[in-house]
């Protein structure tokens, strides 16, 4: 498929979007770009910056290996079944608009036109950065040509009923996999008969009650999905990730009930991260503020004294995102590099 053809069928596909209006206006204006009726893809921060020789690369390129100038950042899902309070992306009800996705969505895209649709924007999105001065521009031909994409840029991309065979159609074009999800949808888990390269879990709190609190989950029993989740990703046979975003008064707590969490979903690798004041976060109906963004040395201790509770090591450290790097044994640590290269 060519360039042209991916971009018609993407505007095509945008014409039928079930997307609220105004949520879809306030989105791209924020920088986010449609592919089809709900998928959309966005330009990382890192992605721009990788393009240029001394520029920064993101935590997954120094964790795992990517090129973070060759990664998309997309989802094949916009709405989510959670409110997170730490949550730097727009929460719909918070602007009035009451929307669900699964009860809003009819027919949905085909994988291969989605997959398709993403790259073409990809590029177009990447298009300008070519006479940018600093941009290198071997990296950004290698930037027209993805090589690996993160399903995680918003809402919860495992509400898309054919994630299988949406994994495939990218590994079918050799781009690797990073899925995250939210840890609720343990039916879909259930239903993947293919793996993605990666596969995260968000961890929001240690415990039931500050769950609660947290995840202001829009379903009920969330938290008992949650742990059945968890039983179920515990023997995938995948690389599994969980992530931990931790902000300081709120869920900055309770190391044991973290390393109860990672034992049971046993991960090869948990990532734990500090909150950023950004976006989403800074809205007053979320009661968070700037100064419950931990520091570097609040995070490393902290992730020290999980590592200490549940045996695993603390490997690594990316400083511009505040991510410490846990690994379960040295085997973990030893291959943690992927080879991502066509």
């Known amino acids: 498929m060519g360039d042209s053809d991916g971009v018609q069928i993407a505007r ?23 592919v089809g009726r709900h998928s959309a893809i966005k330009t990382c921060s890192y992605t721009a910056s990788s393009m240029r020789l001394e520029g920064a690369t993101c935590y997954k390129s120094r964790f795992y290996g990517i090129k973070s100038w060759r990664c998309m950042q997309s989802t094949p899902a916009i709405g989510c079944n959670l409110s997170c309070s730490f949550c730097w992306r727009i929460i719909p009800e918070e602007i009035g608009i009451n929307w669900n996705e699964l009860n809003a969505m009819g027919d949905w895209d085909d994988p291969d036109t989605i997959v398709d649709g993403l790259i073409a924007e990809q590029r177009r999105l990447v298009s300008g950065f070519k006479e940018n001065p600093k941009t290198d521009l071997r990296r950004w031909r290698e930037a027209n040509d993805p090589a690996h994409v993160a399903l995680s840029l918003t809402g919860e991309p495992m509400f898309y009923p054919m994630m299988s065979k949406l994994l495939e159609a990218f590994h079918r074009r050799k781009i690797s996999t990073f899925l995250v999800t939210n840890g609720t949808m343990i039916g879909a888990l259930q239903k993947l008969s293919v793996m993605p390269t990666q596969l995260y879990v968000s961890i929001q709190a240690p415990n039931e009650q500050i769950y609660a609190d947290t995840a202001r989950a829009k379903t009920l029993s969330a938290w008992q999905s949650f742990q059945k989740f968890l039983d179920v990703f515990s023997v995938l046979p995948t690389r599994r990730v969980f992530r931990l ?39 007053e109906e979320r009661h968070l503020s700037y100064t419950q963004m931990p520091k570097k040395e609040e995070v490393i201790a902290f992730a020290q004294e999980i590592a200490r509770e549940c045996g695993y090591l603390v490997t690594d450290y990316h400083e511009h995102s505040k991510v410490v790097l846990l690994c379960a044994d040295e085997q973990s640590a030893n291959s943690r590099i992927i080879d991502f290269q066509k």
Request: glycine share 18%; proline share 3%.
């Open 245 to 283: 975003t931790l902000v300081k008064g709120v869920n900055m707590v309770d190391a044991k009930g973290y390393a109860k969490l990672i034992m049971c979903g046993r991960p090869n690798y948990v990532e734990v991260k500090g909150f950023s004041f950004v976006g989403g976060a800074r809205g």
């Open 12 to 34: 095509q596909l945008q014409k039928g979007s079930r997307l609220p209006e105004k949520l879809k206006g306030i989105m791209s204006g924020q920088g986010y770009h449609f």
